[in-house]
């Protein structure tokens, strides 16, 4: 069945980086556009980034944009999303997913960023 594990969060300052990680299990990677995802305290799921299964294409939700890089590896089924000068509003679980709606999305990894 599908699987997907994230790690990678933390804690940081802001300013700070972190490089989350999703490794992908139970279904072929390559041929499946992923989504980050991501749920700050008492809020909904929120789309983060897209990237297109083989050209790699991306789209990025505006606050994140200049800030946030995904990649992926499909011989190593593993997605990416390096998080550059995070700031407090960054502050959520993150989760990687098959739709952008959060669907069939892992167990998350947190991130708070300390202000």
């Known amino acids: 069945q599908v699987q997907l594990v994230e790690s990678g969060g933390g804690l940081v300052q802001a300013g700070g980086s972190l490089r989350l990680s999703c490794a992908a299990s139970?279904?072929?990677?390559?041929?499946?556009?992923m989504y980050w995802v991501r749920q700050a305290p008492g809020k909904g799921l929120e789309w983060v980034s897209t990237?297109?299964?083989?050209?790699?294409?991306?789209s990025y939700t505006d606050s994140v944009k200049g800030r946030f890089t995904v990649s992926r590896d499909n011989a190593k089924n593993t997605l990416w999303l390096q998080m550059n000068n995070l700031n407090s509003e960054d502050t959520a679980v993150y989760y990687c997913?098959?739709?952008?709606?959060?669907?069939?999305r892992g167990q998350g990894t947190q991130v708070t960023v300390s202000s």
């Open positions: 997913a098959l739709d952008p709606r959060g669907g069939s």
């Open positions: 139970g279904f072929t990677f390559s041929i499946r556009w």
């Open positions: 990237i297109n299964n083989f050209s790699g294409g991306t």
